[in-house]
Every structure is written in C-alpha cells, then in structure tokens.
C-alpha cells in the first residue's frame, strides 16, 4: 500500500496499491493525458475522469479494478490536480521498478 499526498499542504492522502498502478497500466490512462506544457492542473483530472467514464460506459469497461480505481482513486473526495500528479510520478516510478524485474513495495 503506497500513501500519495492529496493537497498542498499534506494534511489529506489516498491509498494506493498495486492493483491500481496495474489497472492504471492496462488501460493505459496516462498515455497522452498530460498536454505538451507538462503541466498537471484540474483540466487534465477532469480529462482523466471522461476517459475512465467513456471506458465504464463501453463493453470492454466492465471490469472490477477499473471500478474499484475510480471508487478508491480517482472519485476520491480528496483527488486534486496534485494528488493526480503525485499518482502520475508514483506510476512512473511503479512502472520502471515492474520493468527492471524489482517488486514493487
């Protein structure tokens, strides 16, 4: 279970486990989400958010981890634009641990 930080001033955080990062994986939901500035605001967790509601609403959106991802991680009352980018560098850093064969924590 990995804690990220959900707001500015640390007082808040979402629990993350390794079925999210895989599910995260599988849909590939980063892929092209951040614009070409880098930058990680409200509009990009918004544009996350209809991605994962066009995948819930498709045949192939049936899935349990995806639900559970969206209940667990990214509906969370506590996800801001900071706690998606925190998500994003805890994916990156998931993602390489996977590809170098290390299990992740």
């Known amino acids: 279970m990995i804690k990220i930080q959900a707001n500015a001033s640390g007082t808040r955080s979402i629990d993350i486990n390794d079925q999210h990062l895989s599910t995260i994986d599988q849909y590939q939901l980063f892929r092209d989400l951040v614009d070409s500035n880098g930058y990680i605001d409200e509009s990009v967790l918004d544009k996350l958010k209809l991605n994962i509601r066009s995948l819930l609403e498709s045949e192939a959106g049936r899935d349990k981890q995806l639900l559970d991802l969206c209940l667990d991680v990214v509906y969370h009352p506590n996800m801001k634009a900071i706690g998606l980018q925190n998500l ?6 998931w993602k390489e641990k996977q590809e170098n064969g290390v299990s992740a924590d």
């Open 88 to 93: 994003v560098s805890t994916y990156k850093d």
